[in-house]
């Protein structure tokens, strides 16, 4: 199973991104989905999980009305919309499959994880 994120990139304050993250290899679609995210010197935090039929999400509290996880299973694709993002939402930000149903907010629920993509929010 292999997970590539993209979608990365510098945004300023109050800015949006969309971060994407394709399954590809022995990936079931319906595998339950989640994003993390690690700022330099700390450890990787949970940012967002979606169950395996999109229907039921989990989000940190601090990007709880900002932040959006929804998935495709027909592409087999997870996406976060990231909203009014702020400086401290800079960090490398993985995605991450696991099995079972979830949503799991725990990263040892996955299985499988991407390479990261890094999403820096600076004027």
């Known amino acids: 199973v292999q997970l590539q994120a993209s979608g990365g990139g510098l945004v300023q304050p109050g800015g949006s991104l969309r971060l994407s993250c394709a399954a590809s290899?022995?990936?079931?679609?319906?595998?339950?989905k989640g994003w993390f995210r690690q700022a330099p010197g700390k450890d990787r935090d949970f940012v967002a999980a979606?169950?395996?039929?999109?229907?039921?999400?989990n989000y940190a509290d601090s990007v709880k009305g900002r932040f959006t996880i929804s998935r495709d299973n027909a592409r087999n694709t997870v996406t976060l919309q990231m909203n009014s993002l702020k400086p401290e939402d800079t960090a490398v930000y993985y995605c991450?499959?696991?099995?079972?149903?979830?949503?799991?907010?725990?990263?040892?629920?996955?299985?499988?994880w991407g390479q990261g993509t890094q999403v820096t929010v600076s004027s």
């Open positions: 991450a499959a696991g099995t079972g149903r979830g949503p799991f907010v725990t990263s040892s629920h996955y299985d499988y």
């Open positions: 290899g022995r990936a079931n679609p319906n595998y339950p």
């Open positions: 979606i169950n395996w039929n999109g229907r039921s999400t």
